[in-house]
């Protein structure tokens, strides 16, 4: 059994009662496994941040700057063995996993910007409308934090989480997904080979047992996960319990708009690109196609041409442009949706079945004319499952649209920019691209509204989640 877990500036074997098999989903093989962090592990994390915090939290923002793009470096160094690692553990083609790598590089440099400056912009004073005051502003870490990240963009959600963290002076213990727990091991092995001081990061990966440990520890002051809502409201009520705050990103079931200016082979790129990124495991995906009724039946035709063109297969093995799903258990899950969307009567044009091949294999999948009372419409399935539905005007798009009880992002596609625009002032959700790709960038921010989450991530917002404003009034007289 390999030593999974980083505590206190140490690898140690883990001691809870369930071990960890860690598969390789285009195989259905295992290639690792190891056993999980118990409860007390978890606690020795914990304890070894609060013991670190003071001397993290004092030291120059300069030099926690230093240490985050020292992060960035060492990505770098590793990149091949971490992009073949995310092939094999996650399934993603090589050119998401580069996208990857490339997205927590970029992040960790952003935040070294960030605190690059940190201690220059404390004491600020803060004008006063009465006399014989002055007043000025601190932002402090608000101290130990537990990071509780997701498998399907596990480098990446880690990234976002961990670099703003630090860049604030908030020790970090971090607990991977049990579905993917190595790739974040690389922040450990980094951690050491910076000299980044002892317990400032811990990583305790497992199961349940672990995320609940961590989620309902006394010692933690603040909690950020991203996962589904199912957990994530136990990880709010946790926090509940203990007055602190929290950090959500949870699930979606986002809406890609299409009017009939569009330009149909563009449009087709990204809405192919918004359901079969990562196989449709994404909170962001993009599964409700509303399109203008002037230009479906074309459109149709051409989705399912570009479905059927999709290389779907081992990104071990050759190129292709989607890999299979992460798990079984999400395998299971989806395919469990063909069989309700074949009970409801809907219409497949595309898919709706899996592969031959060993793995998690599905095949990306199109539904048309999907009535709203269906559960495919309205249910996240987290898989590449498009369904479509068609509306005559912007207001009827708009309010098909709202109408879901998440709010995390969403496309408009139109060559008219003014109206584009317009729509994507009314829609309620957290991020809105207007003829793109799925293109995240770190100075913007990331989060939902409705179901989809509290809090925002990435930017300037992202730092500010893991800050607490403190105000010092004096009296002159």
Same mark, same amino acid.
């Given at each position: 059994?390999?030593p999974?877990?980083y505590?206190?500036?140490?690898w140690?074997?883990?001691?809870?009662?369930?071990?960890?098999?860690v598969y390789d989903?285009a195989?259905?093989?295992?290639?690792?496994e190891f056993?999980?962090?118990?409860?007390?592990q978890v606690?020795?994390a914990i304890?070894?941040?609060r013991?670190?915090?003071a001397g993290?939290?004092?030291?120059?923002?300069?030099?926690?700057?230093?240490?985050l793009?020292?992060?960035?470096?060492q990505?770098?160094?590793?990149r091949?063995?971490?992009i073949?690692?995310?092939?094999? &553990?996650? @399934?993603?083609?090589r050119?998401e996993?580069?996208?990857d790598?490339?997205d927590?590089v970029?992040?960790?440099?952003y935040y070294?910007?960030?605190a690059?400056?940190?201690?220059?912009r404390?004491?600020r004073d803060?004008? %006063?409308?009465a006399?014989g005051?002055?007043?000025?502003?601190r932002? !402090?870490?608000v101290?130990?934090v537990?990071?509780?990240?997701?498998w399907?963009?596990p %480098?990446i959600? =880690?990234?976002?989480k961990?670099?703003?963290?630090l860049a604030?002076?908030?020790?970090v213990?971090l607990k991977?997904?049990?579905?993917?727990?190595?790739? #974040?091991?690389?922040?450990?092995h980094?951690?050491?080979?910076l000299?980044?001081?002892a317990g400032?990061?811990n990583?305790v $990966?497992?199961?349940?047992?672990?995320?609940a440990?961590?989620?309902?520890?006394p010692?933690?002051? *603040?909690?950020?996960?991203t996962?589904?809502?199912n957990? $994530?409201?136990?990880v709010?009520?946790? =926090?509940a319990?203990?007055?602190r705050?929290?950090?959500l #990103?949870?699930?979606? *079931?986002?809406a890609?708009?299409?009017?009939?200016?569009?330009?149909l082979?563009q449009?087709?790129?990204?809405?192919?690109?918004?359901?079969?990124w /990562?196989?449709g495991?994404?909170c962001?995906?993009?599964?409700r196609?509303?399109?203008?009724? @002037?230009?479906?039946d074309?459109?149709?035709?051409?989705?399912?041409?570009?479905?059927?063109k999709?290389r779907?297969?081992?990104?071990?093995?050759g190129?292709?442009?989607m890999?299979? %799903?992460t798990?079984?258990a999400q395998?299971? *899950?989806?395919?469990?949706?063909?069989?309700?969307?074949?009970? #409801?009567g809907?219409?497949?044009?595309?898919?709706?079945?899996?592969?031959?091949d060993?793995g998690?294999f599905v /095949?990306?999948t199109?539904?048309?004319d999907?009535? %709203?009372?269906?559960?495919?419409w309205? !249910?996240e399935?987290f898989g590449?499952v498009?369904?479509?539905?068609?509306?005559?005007?912007?207001? #009827?798009?708009?309010?098909l649209? /709202?109408?879901?009880?998440?709010?995390?992002v969403a496309t408009?596609i139109?060559?008219?920019?003014?109206?584009?625009?317009?729509?994507a002032?009314?829609?309620?959700v957290g991020?809105?691209w207007? &003829?793109?790709?799925q293109?995240?960038?770190?100075?913007?921010?990331? @989060? @939902?509204?409705?179901?989809? $989450?509290?809090?925002r991530?990435?930017?300037?917002w992202?730092?500010?989640?893991?800050?607490?404003?403190k105000h010092v009034?004096?009296?002159?007289g």
């Open positions: 059994m390999i999974a877990h505590i206190n500036g140490r140690v074997a883990g001691e809870a009662d369930e071990c960890i098999t989903p195989l259905g093989q295992p290639f690792a056993i999980g962090a118990s409860p007390a606690d020795q304890v070894a941040a013991q670190a915090l993290w939290r004092t030291l120059a923002s300069t030099q926690r700057a230093a240490y793009r020292g992060f960035a470096e990505l770098e160094q590793r091949e063995a971490l073949a690692l995310q092939m094999q &553990n996650n @399934g993603k083609p050119h996993a580069v996208v790598i490339d927590a970029a992040t960790f440099n070294a910007d960030l690059q400056g940190l201690d220059e404390q004491d803060v004008p %006063l409308s006399k005051f002055n007043a000025r502003t932002l !402090e870490p101290g130990v537990g990071l509780i990240v997701p399907n963009f %480098l959600t =880690s990234a976002w961990l670099a703003p963290a604030a002076g908030c020790t213990v991977p997904s049990e579905i993917t727990p190595l790739i #974040e091991q690389a922040y450990g980094i951690a050491e080979a000299g980044l001081p400032v990061l990583i $990966g497992g199961k349940a047992e672990t995320g440990a961590l989620s309902n520890h010692g933690i002051d *603040k909690l950020s996960f996962g589904s809502n957990i $994530g409201s136990q709010m009520r946790s =926090s319990a203990h007055c705050p929290v950090t #990103e949870l699930g979606g *079931k986002s890609i708009l299409v009017f009939d200016d569009c330009d082979d449009a087709v790129e990204w809405i192919v690109a918004g359901i079969c /990562n196989a495991q994404m962001s995906a993009t599964s196609l509303l399109v203008q009724d @002037g230009i479906a074309e459109l149709i035709v051409r989705l399912k041409r570009a479905f059927e999709l779907v297969g081992n990104p071990l093995t190129e292709v442009d890999g299979p %799903l798990s079984q395998w299971a *899950k989806v395919t469990e949706y063909f069989d309700i969307a074949h009970v #409801e809907l219409q497949c044009v595309s898919g709706g079945d899996v592969q031959r060993p998690w /095949n990306p199109l539904y048309v999907v009535p %709203l009372t269906s559960r495919l309205h !249910e399935i590449p498009l369904c479509t539905h068609r509306f005559g005007s912007q207001a #009827e798009a708009l309010a649209a /709202n109408d879901s009880r998440f709010g995390l408009v139109s060559s008219d920019l003014e109206r584009a625009e317009r729509v002032n009314a829609l309620e991020h809105v207007i &003829n793109s790709i293109a995240v960038f770190v100075e913007t921010s990331w @989060g @939902g509204t409705k179901g989809s $989450g509290i809090g991530e990435l930017g300037p992202g730092l500010s989640a893991y800050q607490s404003v009034t004096r009296c002159l």
